[in-house]
């Protein structure tokens, strides 16, 4: 491959176990305290967003930052926490269900809400 570099293997696989693990941890807490993997789901998806969009408002005005820690957090632990193909299966089984309303909320505030955490932590991230 071209431009391989070993170490960013490493760091994203890093990354992507410990997102992987914050993720799992969510969600058994939605499971615990509110009875809904949904909720999991929608908590690590918001969250990521932000701190997404807040490393990225970060890097654009503190350029200097090492290419390993945006791709250990990037690439491998937010990649890694955040999940739509669970949104997608999630909601997908909602509409089996006959539950459109369900789904339908679950889609809409889930990409609403992600966007506007994405867009608030560009902002927040710039201005610090």
Request: proline share 2%; glycine share 14%; net charge neutral.
């Amino acid at each position: 491959m071209p431009g391989c570099n070993v170490w960013y293997f490493l760091l994203v696989g890093l990354g992507g176990a410990l997102g992987a693990m914050a993720r799992y941890a969510v969600d058994r807490v939605a499971v615990a305290q509110l009875g809904s993997s949904l909720t999991g789901t929608f908590v690590a998806n918001v969250s990521g967003s932000f701190v997404l969009g807040l490393l990225v408002g970060l890097l654009s005005s503190h350029p200097a930052w090492p290419g390993e820690t945006r791709i250990f957090l990037a690439v491998g632990f937010l990649a890694s926490y955040t999940t739509f193909s669970t949104l997608s299966v999630a909601t997908i089984q909602q509409l089996e269900k006959g539950d459109i309303s369900s789904a339908a909320v679950n889609l809409g505030t889930s990409v609403v809400l992600g966007l506007a955490a994405a867009a608030a932590g560009i902002v927040l991230g710039r201005a610090i």
